[in-house]
């Protein structure tokens, strides 16, 4: 999954590329951050515009 242009995405339709990678491919926000090689902060900023924030024990957006 490419989230280079996460920024221009519709952050309704992020949400669910980002909840599936971390489900089924990331222990963690950390780890799919690395692993994509985008800015942790512009991502859940990104996301906060449309009121989901990173829940830690389930790991996932919400």
Known sequence: MD????????????????NTELRNHCDSLDDLVK?????????VGRLAEADYLYQAGQNQFR
């Open 3 to 18: 989230l280079s242009n996460f920024s221009r995405m519709d952050p309704h339709l992020l949400v669910g590329l980002v």
């Open 35 to 43: 692993k994509h090689g985008i800015e942790e902060q512009e991502l």
